[in-house]
């Protein structure tokens, strides 16, 4: 083997037996508040919208409170994720070509700027407040999008095979935390204005239910999403470009060797071997070295090459798929659980309330699922992925959201009695435990784990695209379809749909079919990143 393919060796080899240290968890934390950031800014605008219906869109003498017209609610809750899905795709693709920390700064700077001024508007009016929403939170989107795929490539870059699948679970698992946050922002800034400003339910007093100074408690909310990100900022920008990236696509395994000496506390690609004196060259040598040796063996199959299409299509397929089906089911309860929540009566009739206090209950609500359902799924998938595997989390977790999906369709009219809504919210929240424990956390971590180095990123950032896809499928789709049947029962503005019990019938056939393709997948545990995407192969090169 030519030497700098043997100091690649031993800087890869040296990184998959390096010792859990200090740095492992200090890059979950830096690269886990992106995440942390991103499930706060995705999910606090689910508890907005009815707040900001209320305040700008109310009908003088109607007996129901203002909500957001089916057109403004879908462009609200959905350029997010417009956003997210480009910058998944270009960030992703940008993190092959020019590197992992060479892009990874400008993805925070643009969550940090778009938190801040989605709560700012262009103008007083319902028209301007809500295109200057829609337009931060399609920018805010598209940073978000870019941390997807480089801080999944980042975290198992870094990472011994060992423990893997828990690093990079747990910078997913802050997306938990960053949900929980939400929640708890919003009940507190709520309960503080509602000290401040008591107000009447609607059907006593419709004007002054909404005090003019609720105006300001979303656009509270939605700000307070600069702040950490804000605080890991810095440390970001002091990370180290990954030795894989430095060694497999930059080609500079000496380089490689000291970032991660110096990181890891540990002595990589310096040890004494025999003519090692002799074999000493500079980084411009190695480099010109792997341009010869690339010369010789053809450039490296890229993304729309046959060699790629053998060895990782079906693999892409699965990713790709497996994403958009979770994030259908995923989605479109997480974004309109509040709906779920009103209709089974475990939120009282929005006339019965004042804005404020209506705002409290979903918060309360979303709280509970998160602290309940949520947190616990994501950490018992960081503490059993490197023991049970990815596949049998993936499978066994589409298999439970299809069964406790059906276990809230088939008996939906039992469950809106009074007195089973405990239940019902039982059920529910065991189905996001089981979508966290199961393909959320899975479908994130494994295009970090299987192919090549240099398309890495830009391949998770296709399957996250297309989970993205699936959250707009998702959220557009269980807006409408969610609507009662009985046009008399639907919301302002809309459509009859085919009702709640329906749609997660509809949603337990995803899930399932999400099971079926997982098969697609290969199981990366216990594997290194060079086993799993064979770069290392003779035969990694294009004929």
């Given at each position: 083997m030519a030497m700098a393919g043997g100091q690649n060796m031993q800087v890869l080899s040296a990184l998959d037996g390096a010792k859990t240290q200090r740095y492992h968890f200090t890059a979950i934390v830096v690269a886990g508040m992106g995440f942390f950031t991103d499930a706060y800014d995705l999910f606090c605008i689910s508890l907005v919208t009815k707040l900001i219906g209320r305040i700008y869109y109310t009908v003088d003498g109607s007996p129901r409170p203002g909500s957001l017209p089916p057109h403004v609610s879908a462009a609200v809750n959905g350029v997010a994720f417009v956003g997210t899905l480009s910058g998944q795709l270009f960030f992703g693709w940008l993190g092959d070509r020019v590197g992992r920390k060479s892009v990874y700064g400008m993805t925070l700077l643009t969550m940090v700027v778009c938190s801040v001024a989605s709560g700012l508007s262009f103008g007083r009016s319902p028209a301007c407040v809500m295109a200057t929403l829609c337009f931060f939170r399609f920018w805010l989107g598209f940073g978000i999008g870019g941390d997807y795929p480089l801080s999944a490539t980042i975290m198992s870059e870094y990472a011994n095979k060992r423990t893997r699948g828990a690093f990079v679970a747990a910078v997913f698992a802050m997306q938990g935390f960053g949900i929980l946050a939400g929640g708890a922002v919003a009940i507190g800034v709520t309960a503080l204005f509602r000290s401040r400003f008591p107000a009447p339910p609607y059907d006593v007093d419709p004007a002054a239910s909404t005090p003019a100074e609720a105006d300001l408690v979303w656009r509270i909310i939605l700000m307070f999403g600069a702040v950490p990100a804000a605080l890991t900022f810095y440390s970001r920008m002091k990370m180290p470009e990954t030795a894989r990236y430095t060694a497999l696509v930059a080609r500079n395994a000496e380089r490689a060797a000291a970032d991660m000496s110096r990181v890891l506390q540990?002595?990589?690609?310096?040890?004494?071997?025999?003519?090692?004196?002799?074999?000493?060259?500079?980084?411009?040598?190695?480099?010109?070295?792997?341009?010869?040796?690339?010369?010789?063996?053809?450039?490296?199959?890229?993304?729309?090459?046959?060699?790629?299409?053998?060895?990782?299509?079906?693999?892409?397929?699965?990713?790709?798929?497996?994403?958009?089906?979770?994030?259908?089911?995923?989605?479109?309860?997480?974004?309109?659980?509040?709906?779920?929540?009103?209709?089974?009566?475990?939120?009282?009739?929005?006339?019965?309330?004042?804005?404020?206090?209506?705002?409290?209950?979903?918060?309360?609500?979303?709280?509970?699922?998160?602290?309940?359902?949520?947190?616990?799924?994501?950490?018992?998938?960081?503490?059993?992925?490197?023991?049970?595997?990815?596949?049998?989390?993936?499978?066994?977790?589409?298999?439970?959201?299809?069964?406790?999906?059906?276990?809230?369709?088939?008996?939906?009219?039992?469950?809106?009695?009074?007195?089973?809504?405990?239940?019902?919210?039982?059920?529910?929240?065991?189905?996001?435990?089981?979508?966290?424990?199961?393909?959320?956390?899975?479908?994130?971590?494994?295009?970090?784990?299987?192919?090549?180095?240099?398309?890495?990123?830009?391949?998770?950032?296709?399957?996250?695209?297309?989970?993205?896809?699936?959250?707009?499928?998702?959220?557009?789709?269980?807006?409408?379809?969610?609507?009662?049947?009985?046009?008399?029962?639907?919301?302002?503005?809309?459509?009859?749909?085919?009702?709640?019990?329906?749609?997660?019938?509809?949603?337990?056939?995803?899930?399932?079919?999400?099971?079926?393709?997982?098969?697609l997948v290969p199981e990366p545990k216990g594997k290194s990143l060079e086993e799993m995407s064979r770069e290392t192969e003779p035969g990694a090169a294009e004929p």
């Open positions: 540990v002595d990589i690609g310096n040890k004494e071997q025999p003519g090692a004196e002799e074999e000493a060259t500079t980084g411009t040598e190695a480099r010109l070295r792997g341009e010869q040796e690339e010369a010789t063996t053809g450039p490296p199959f890229g993304l729309f090459s046959r060699e790629f299409a053998h060895r990782h299509g079906l693999h892409l397929v699965g990713t790709a798929s497996t994403w958009l089906l979770l994030d259908i089911a995923y989605y479109s309860q997480n974004l309109f659980q509040k709906d779920i929540f009103s209709a089974v009566g475990w939120i009282p009739a929005a006339e019965t309330i004042s804005a404020l206090d209506e705002l409290f209950h979903i918060a309360r609500a979303q709280t509970l699922i998160a602290l309940c359902g949520t947190v616990p799924g994501y950490w018992f998938t960081v503490a059993f992925i490197d023991i049970v595997g990815r596949f049998a989390i993936q499978a066994v977790g589409f298999l439970m959201m299809t069964a406790f999906m059906l276990g809230l369709a088939v008996p939906y009219r039992q469950w809106t009695r009074p007195g089973n809504q405990t239940g019902f919210v039982v059920m529910y929240a065991l189905t996001f435990f089981f979508a966290n424990f199961g393909p959320n956390a899975t479908t994130f971590i494994v295009p970090a784990e299987i192919y090549p180095a240099r398309l890495r990123a830009t391949c998770h950032g296709i399957s996250a695209a297309s989970g993205k896809v699936g959250a707009i499928i998702g959220s557009f789709g269980f807006l409408y379809l969610a609507q009662s049947q009985d046009p008399a029962k639907t919301a302002h503005g809309y459509a009859p749909g085919i009702g709640v019990r329906n749609s997660l019938l509809l949603l337990a056939g995803c899930s399932f079919l999400g099971f079926l393709l997982t098969f």
